[in-house]
């Protein structure tokens, strides 16, 4: 009985043994690695740069005042559509300037001088008016005796070349009388009051030199200008470009005869080209205060103007220039991605278990990467891969 009672206890002792046992090698041994993971597909890729840009048109005509001049109230608004040689503007002669008490006090003063400089003028001319008279009844006289042989032929010259000098003299005084009456003129002109001219001056009417919309207005009231100054912008809203700043490294990859696709401009996207890379680059402070070197890319909007009709000037919008394109390619996601070696490789998986792939990757994008080999369509490999796995470990996918 007591041999019985033994065996039993011996038995029991053995169980828990065995329990605990593997009890300590579930606990102990390696645990399958929880993984997202994603199927390798296969379709188009495409590579590009994307950055900001902003719409303006390739002509662009600004309408300014040819002289200083008083522009009438402008009819014209933005937006209003104009032909080649339609009247924009109207311009009359500005008016004359204030004149205070002190100036008036002055330009009086000046009429009064200018009117006893023409009185003085006259009698100038009176006088030498006589002195011609007087020059040629000597003239007459002198050669009446020298005709009867009473005087010299050197006497008779002198005489003539006297009444010469006198009928001189005249025209000299008759000149200075005129600008006499010109000064008395000129400070009579400044005690006029201020008005906006002559009833006879003909308005200067400023006329578009194209055919477009217009696109600014700076002074839309009656106001007085200075020459040069900006009267209206004027464009044609049907030949438009867009102008994206690009970082140098970038601007090396976007060559001229690049597609390009334009979105976010509030339509949807349209297609466009490069056209041309500024040779010049400049230096422009980013929003974390970074200086980057940038340069002007040019993009000619390849879409008919009805698929861009609401894309105005200065909008701002999102370029994709495309640097690579490829058809049938295999896609992975980006994600799946890591450095091994001097290469990139995956976890694929294999039933339960990650296999370490090494792959060639031919070029990404924000989120896929294009497979020249290494893997093919279908295949399962591991997304954002954790830092415990290992090739060869027990993988559980995790449902989303």
């Given at each position: 009985m007591n041999v019985l009672k033994?065996?039993?206890?011996?038995?029991?002792?053995?169980?828990?043994?065995?329990?605990?046992l593997a009890a300590l090698a579930w606990a102990f041994s390696p645990r399958p690695v929880e993984v997202e993971t994603a199927a390798v597909k296969q379709g188009h890729f495409e590579q590009s740069i994307e950055e900001d840009g902003r719409t303006r048109l390739k002509d662009r005509y600004t309408v300014s005042a040819p002289v200083a001049a008083r522009v009438a109230r402008m009819v014209l608004?933005?937006?209003?559509?104009?032909?080649?040689?339609?009247?924009?503007?109207?311009?009359?002669?500005?008016?004359?300037?204030?004149?205070?008490?002190?100036s008036a006090r002055e330009a009086t003063a000046r009429l009064k001088a200018a009117a006893a400089g023409v009185e003085r003028a006259s009698a100038?001319?009176?006088?030498?008016?006589?002195?011609?008279?007087?020059?040629?009844?000597?003239?007459?006289?002198?050669?009446?005796?020298?005709?009867?042989?009473?005087?010299?032929?050197?006497?008779?010259?002198?005489?003539?070349?006297?009444?010469?000098?006198?009928?001189?003299?005249?025209?000299?005084?008759?000149?200075?009388?005129?600008?006499?009456?010109?000064?008395?003129?000129?400070?009579?002109a400044v005690l006029q009051p201020a008005g906006a001219g002559s009833s006879s001056t003909r308005p200067l009417s400023v006329?578009?030199?194209?055919?477009?919309?217009?696109?600014?207005?700076?002074?839309?009231?009656?106001?007085?200008?200075?020459?040069?100054?900006?009267?209206?912008?004027?464009?044609d809203p049907q030949r438009m470009e867009v102008i994206s700043e690009l970082l140098t490294t970038d601007a090396v990859?976007?060559?001229?005869?690049?597609?390009?696709?334009?979105?976010?401009?509030?339509g949807p996207p349209v297609e466009g080209v490069v056209r041309r890379v500024e040779p010049a680059a400049f230096t422009k402070v980013s929003a974390l205060g970074i200086e980057e070197q940038r340069v002007n890319v040019q993009i000619d909007v390849s879409n008919p103007p009805q698929a861009w009709r609401s894309m105005g000037d200065g909008f701002r919008v999102s370029v994709r220039i495309i640097t690579a394109s490829v058809e049938q390619a295999v896609l992975a996601p980006l994600g799946a991605l890591f450095p091994h070696g001097k290469g990139m490789a995956v976890y694929r998986l294999d039933g339960r278990e990650a296999r370490l792939q090494p792959v060639e990757v031919g070029a990404r994008n924000n989120n896929e990467a294009w497979l020249r080999s290494g893997l093919t369509q279908g295949q399962v490999v591991v997304v954002y891969p954790p830092a415990t796995i290992r090739d060869g470990s027990k993988v559980h996918v995790r449902t989303p």
């Open positions: 033994l065996k039993k206890t011996t038995w029991l002792w053995i169980a828990a043994g065995v329990a605990v608004r933005e937006g209003d559509p104009v032909a080649a040689g339609d009247v924009v503007a109207v311009l009359t002669p500005v008016m004359s300037s204030m004149v205070d008490e002190r100038r001319v009176a006088r030498a008016r006589i002195s011609l008279q007087e020059a040629q009844l000597e003239k007459e006289r002198t050669e009446k005796l020298a005709g009867e042989g009473f005087l010299s032929a050197s006497k008779l010259d002198a005489v003539r070349l006297a009444q010469s000098g006198a009928r001189r003299e005249l025209e000299v005084a008759d000149a200075e009388r005129e600008m006499a009456v010109q000064e008395k003129a000129q400070a009579a006329r578009s030199p194209v055919s477009g919309v217009v696109l600014r207005v700076p002074q839309p009231s009656e106001a007085t200008l200075a020459a040069g100054a900006a009267l209206l912008d004027i464009g990859q976007a060559t001229a005869g690049r597609r390009v696709v334009i979105e976010r401009w509030g």
